[in-house]
Nanobody, 115 residues
Framework: QVVESGGGFAQPGGSLRLSCAAS????????IGWFRQAPGKEREGVAC????????RYSESAKGRFTISRVNGENAVNLQMNSLKPEDTAVYYC??????????WGQGTQVTVSS
């Protein structure tokens, strides 16, 4: 239902872009967001976009560096990550939530930031 792409390796200060596409009707989804989980840590929210009004929310660590945007009115979003830091290293998961309250998670994509 939710498929991520992108990720990979970047040096500190570099950039990466993640993409997420949710299957189903455009009107089904309330929001699509990104979470991440580093080794030994709990999963945390990074950024979220409400598809109805375009409202975006970011974690404190993502503000000013990451941008979540919708792709062409579809159930798809990009997460542009700039000024990456080693502490951004984690598995990033896309999460889609429908108006009906169903939640779908992607399989996760690895992001590694290292010199």
């Amino acid at each position: 239902q939710v498929v991520e792409s992108g990720g990979g390796f970047a040096q500190p200060g570099g950039s990466l872009r993640l993409s997420c596409a949710a299957s189903g009707l455009t009107m089904d989804y309330y929001s699509i967001g990104w979470f991440r989980q580093a080794p030994g840590k709990e999963r945390e929210g990074v950024a979220c976009l409400s598809l109805g009004d375009g409202d975006t929310r970011y974690s404190e660590s993502a503000k000013g560096r990451f941008t979540i945007s919708r792709v062409n009115g579809e159930n798809a979003v990009n997460l542009q990550m700039n000024s990456l830091k080693p502490e951004d290293t984690a598995v990033y998961y896309c999460r889609g939530e429908t108006y009906g309250g169903s939640v779908y998670w992607g399989q996760g994509t690895q992001v590694t930031v290292s010199s």
